[in-house]
């Protein structure tokens, strides 16, 4: 009994200390250039809405200056804004996706999208399909796109949960404008 009330306990402080670091790091305003609101957990990102890449400065979200590189991937989207993975167009081909340079080697990244759903209510598995998309690094970057498809039994239920994260906002824009629905 001991151990399991020790378990509950230290599970509930592993909540408490997530709760406080997600809000520590999130930031609330409204797009600079469409008005929408806007929730981030970095200090930048991309509006939702209309694309426009921010910063939180000052207490307000203002536009992102062209060239911007995060040092991870910030700029996300989910599947559902996006034509189906088969249908993506290479965005700068032959340069790195991250500073736009030569690039000196491709890297597939496998894009797993839900197309279905089978079996019962209780128990759905999900139909889903997978398409490698090729992207550029120069020599001296590597991530600067990663796709997260969520862990677990029942995995994502549709796209809307699935995301795809790119380190260049002007790579971002340029991908959301030719792949986009």
Same mark, same amino acid.
């Given at each position: 009994?001991?151990?399991?009330?020790?378990?509950?306990?230290?599970? @509930?402080?592993?909540?408490?200390? @997530? =709760? #406080?670091?997600?809000?520590?790091?999130? #930031?609330?305003? +409204?797009?600079?250039?469409?008005?929408?609101? @806007?929730?981030?957990?970095?200090?930048?990102?991309? &509006? *939702?809405?209309?694309?426009?890449? =921010?910063?939180?400065?000052?207490? $307000?979200? #203002?536009?992102? $200056?062209?060239?911007?590189?995060?040092?991870?991937?910030?700029?996300?989207?989910?599947?559902?804004?996006?034509?189906?993975?088969? *249908?993506?167009?290479?965005?700068?081909?032959?340069?790195? &996706?991250? &500073?736009?340079?030569?690039?000196?080697?491709?890297?597939?990244?496998?894009?797993?999208?839900?197309?279905?759903?089978?079996?019962?209510?209780?128990?759905?598995?999900?139909?889903?399909? +997978?398409?490698?998309?090729?992207?550029?690094? &120069?020599?001296?970057?590597?991530?600067?796109?990663?796709?997260?498809?969520?862990?677990?039994?029942?995995?994502?239920?549709?796209?809307?949960?699935?995301?795809?994260?790119?380190?260049?906002?002007?790579?971002?824009?340029?991908?959301?404008?030719?792949?986009?629905?």
């Amino acid at each position: 009994m001991g151990i399991l009330i020790a378990i509950g306990v230290g599970f @509930l402080l592993l909540v408490i200390i @997530l =709760v #406080v670091v997600v809000s520590k790091n999130a #930031v609330s305003g +409204t797009c600079p250039n469409c008005k929408a609101p @806007l929730n981030l957990f970095k200090p930048y990102g991309a &509006c *939702q809405n209309c694309n426009q890449g =921010v910063r939180f400065e000052n207490g $307000e979200f #203002v536009p992102l $200056e062209p060239g911007f590189v995060s040092e991870y991937p910030a700029f996300n989207t989910n599947l559902s804004k996006l034509k189906h993975p088969s *249908q993506w167009s290479v965005i700068w081909p032959g340069r790195c &996706c991250v &500073c736009g340079r030569p690039a000196v080697r491709q890297d597939n990244i496998k894009i797993k999208s839900v197309e279905g759903q089978a079996g019962s209510a209780l128990a759905p598995t999900n139909i889903t399909e +997978t398409t490698k998309f090729e992207v550029g690094y &120069c020599a001296a970057h590597k991530d600067g796109m990663r796709y997260l498809y969520p862990p677990g039994v029942a995995n994502a239920k549709s796209n809307k949960q699935c995301l795809l994260a790119v380190r260049s906002f002007d790579y971002y824009r340029e991908f959301m404008k030719n792949n986009g629905k």
